[in-house]
């Protein structure tokens, strides 16, 4: 069991740049393979970006995501690079469950944990 905890959205302008950060707790970070996914009005959830469990491989929707890992403070960070008013949305982190820490997980029916999410906001 797994508590996922998002942080770092907010409003920024188009073309700019931010990070969010998800703390996990109750579980070493180390055990899972993690994700990005975001959700915007009207839209499914999507998948963002995937890291396996020791940063060994990343996956991208898009080149201007960025995942990595810091296991020793149970983070994972998702960096955006300019923005478009498109990327508005929560955006969610997820990790993938214990049997799956090595591998790139894509949809979001592979993930067993969720957290709450945290907006970003998007100006044009």
């Known amino acids: 069991q797994v508590q996922l905890v998002e942080s770092g959205g907010g409003l920024v302008q188009a073309g700019g740049s931010l990070r969010v950060s998800c703390v996990a707790s109750?579980?070493?970070?180390?055990?899972?393979?993690m994700g990005w996914f975001r959700q915007a009005p009207g839209k499914e959830r999507e998948f963002v970006a995937a890291?396996?469990?020791?940063?060994g491989r990343t996956y991208y929707a898009d080149s201007r995501f960025t995942i990595s890992r810091d296991n020793a403070k149970n983070t994972v960070y998702l960096q955006v690079n300019s923005l478009k008013p498109e990327d508005a949305a929560v955006y969610y982190c997820?990790?993938?469950?214990?049997?799956?820490?090595?591998?790139?997980?894509?949809?979001?029916?592979?993930?067993?944990?969720w957290g709450q999410g945290t907006q970003v906001t998007v100006s044009s």
């Open positions: 109750g579980r070493a970070l180390s055990n899972y393979a």
């Open positions: 890291i396996t469990w020791n940063g």
């Open positions: 997820a990790a993938g469950g214990s049997t799956n820490w090595g591998r790139i997980l894509k949809t979001r029916y592979e993930y067993a944990y």
